[in-house]
């Protein structure tokens, strides 16, 4: 079976801090990696995708893809008050679907 | 256009109710998804349509039946449903189908439903 893993967390930051938020996943033959957000009551919205090894920055959000470790981790600098939800890590296998983890609850408290 | 509109926001049934709950991109997009979120829970795959036409079936009940009148509009049909299907209900688009290149997901705002 094909899985997704995170820390359900909540993991807590102060404002201005970075946020380091990880995800593991089981099948090697995974091809494309995604972030998505979550607020409470609303549909999850896309902020990173990933597909090579490396970092990949934009503004202050960075994905980082380490293949050989099957690990894939979203950075954000400067957390602010408004980054706080849920980030939903989602991977997908060439004519798979994708899988997504089960999420891990940001807090950033002023 | 890049957006996935879903109506309605919410709604209330009961299990003897018929309702429908609509979706409609406008991004040219190939591919269209239904999917279930329980509160805490990551969205659970329902359907697929890729090119107007059912791909997936992840086992659903057969009280949840999908329809794709166009390559543009989702449907889903929802008859004698069970409280325990209350939930927020999404709508998908992307570009090409599972596999494909352009499989980034677009979410609707989604449907909470409440099942009496």
């Known amino acids: 079976q094909k899985e997704v893993e995170q820390n359900s967390g909540p993991l807590s930051v102060p404002e201005g801090a970075i946020a380091s938020l990880n995800c593991t996943y089981s099948d090697r033959g995974s091809q494309s990696f995604f972030w998505y957000r979550q607020y409470s009551g609303k549909s999850p919205e896309l902020i990173m995708s990933i597909y090579s090894n490396g970092d990949k920055e934009d503004g202050r959000f960075t994905a980082q893809l380490n293949k050989a470790s099957q690990y894939v981790s979203l950075l954000i600098r400067d957390s602010q008050p408004s980054d706080s939800a849920t980030y939903l890590c989602a991977v997908n296998n060439a004519g798979n679907m994708l899988t997504f983890g089960g999420g891990t609850r940001l807090m950033v408290k002023p | 256009d890049t957006e996935v509109t879903q109506t309605p926001k919410h709604l209330v049934m009961g299990m003897t109710n018929k309702k429908s709950l609509k979706c409609e991109q406008h991004m040219g997009h190939r591919a269209m998804y239904w999917y279930k979120q329980k509160a805490k829970k990551p969205p659970e795959l329902m359907f697929v349509?890729?090119?107007?036409?059912?791909?997936i079936n992840e086992s659903v009940p057969s009280r949840f039946s999908p329809e794709c009148p166009n390559s543009s509009l989702l449907n889903l049909h929802l008859h004698a449903l069970q409280p325990e299907d209350s939930a927020l209900y999404l709508c998908?688009?992307?570009?090409?189908?599972?596999?494909?290149?352009?499989?980034?997901?677009?979410f609707g705002s989604g449907t909470q439903l409440s099942v009496l």
């Open positions: 998908a688009s992307s570009q090409d189908p599972p596999g494909g290149a352009g499989e980034k997901l677009f």
């Open positions: 349509y890729s090119y107007e036409k059912l791909s």
